[in-house]
């Protein structure tokens, strides 16, 4: 499933040559850094990326790497055999100094910083396309819902509004995670740097676009992890909201909005009738996984000492998936929502579906202003209101009819206006930047 939706720049990102180009990214990083301070010879840095040049790490690299690993049973030990077998009598200085986590830890932070940026930029085209929505639905009235049922009028366009709000927080919450996650450790088997100084480590962040971790032991904390994958897993809730309204508003007797239905499309393998909201759905099934996967990051923060590997297995599956998975929701939305098929017409006869009674709390403080007391008002609006509900007579007869009642017909007339209710909308839409 994730092989078939992921897009090609995350499916290469997650690949296992990737993973090794990088792996040797942070390697040729240190041993440049090494030759700066006098440690390594000059000229070694410049050999092996020439070399690189000429052999790329491609999946054959990846290859035999796999074999050497199956004799090793060690994944740098075979990295770095394989690339004396590829570079010669140069690679000697690949890994000097360096512990394998030290590669493993900064490369995985390096690729998800990578994974964050393409994230980010699928999550500003749904930002474009929910603000297109939010704008084109600006002044378009439709019931407000609470508890499922309807309460008071609205926008159309204040639900992608709010949606707009979300994401927008969802996408600092994601550079905060990028920001979290954007360091590089390179100091050794316990965190001393007992064999590389501090300055190879700040060295190789500066080549590489990171921070040098303040204070690592073997391993960088994985509460950095657990930030991101809690940033992704909020980002999936966001997701679902969307896919639920919009699932809600697909419903045969709301029919307000429904997903876009392509020539040749069917519903159902027994009934030819179908229209079903399944983009929708699937999207409330990515989330789950999503909010799974930050369960599995937060177990991993507590490792024993300065190292255990129980988080390595877990990262393997997780971290790869998420990224893809939020990846691919997000661009799964955005599709839906350019599709988005809104019925205006419905919009307006569901506002009108209940014979005035959402217009209930207006009419209350109407007679509160023309003297009567909360109660006296209240008692007398619920008594008209569920006259109505039982009856289905408009609200605003009944109220006519009441003999307590102070309104003039214009006055009741005003207050069953959803113009009144919509009065401070563009206010809404400026706090928001619109």
Partial sequence: MIDRYTTPEMKALWSEAERYRVWLEVELAATQALEELGEVPAGTSAELRAAAARRPLDEAFAARVAELEAVTRHDVVAFTRALAERFGDGARYVHYGLTSTDVVDTAQNLLLVRALDLILADLGGLLAVVTELAQRYRHTPAIGRTHGVHAEPMTFGLKFLSFRAALQRDAARLRAAREAIGVAMLSGSVGTFAHLPPAVEERV??????????VSNQTVARDR?????????????SVERVAVEVRHLQRSEVREAQEGFAAGQTGSSSMPHKKNPIASENLSGIARL??????????????????DISHSSV????????????????????????????????????????????????????????????????????????????????????????PGNPLSAAELAAAFDPAWYLRHVDAIYARNGL
Avoid: C, F, K
């Avoid at 999503?290 to 190292?307: D, T």
């Avoid at 709390?361 to 008594?383: C, K, M, P, T």
């Fill in 315 to 402: 990262e393997r599956v997780i971290l790869p998936d998420t990224t893809t998975l939020a990846s691919y929701a997000l661009r799964r939305l955005t599709r839906v929502l350019r599709a988005l098929v809104v019925d205006e017409a419905r919009l307006r006869a569901n506002l009108d579906a209940l014979h005035g009674l959402v217009y209930s709390q207006r009419v209350l403080h109407l007679l509160i202003e023309a003297g009567l007391s909360r109660e006296a008002a209240y008692e007398l609006v619920q008594r008209a209101s569920l006259t109505a509900w039982e009856t289905g007579t408009h609200l605003r007869e009944l109220l006519a009819a009441e």
């Fill in 205 to 214: 962040a500066a080549q590489l676009g990171l921070a040098p971790d303040p």
């Fill in 290 to 307: 999503l909010r799974s996967n930050l369960q599995a990051a937060l177990e991993n923060v507590a490792l024993w000492h300065e190292r």
């Fill in 225 to 237: 992890h657990a930030q991101l994958l809690g940033a992704l897993a909020i980002l999936g809730t």
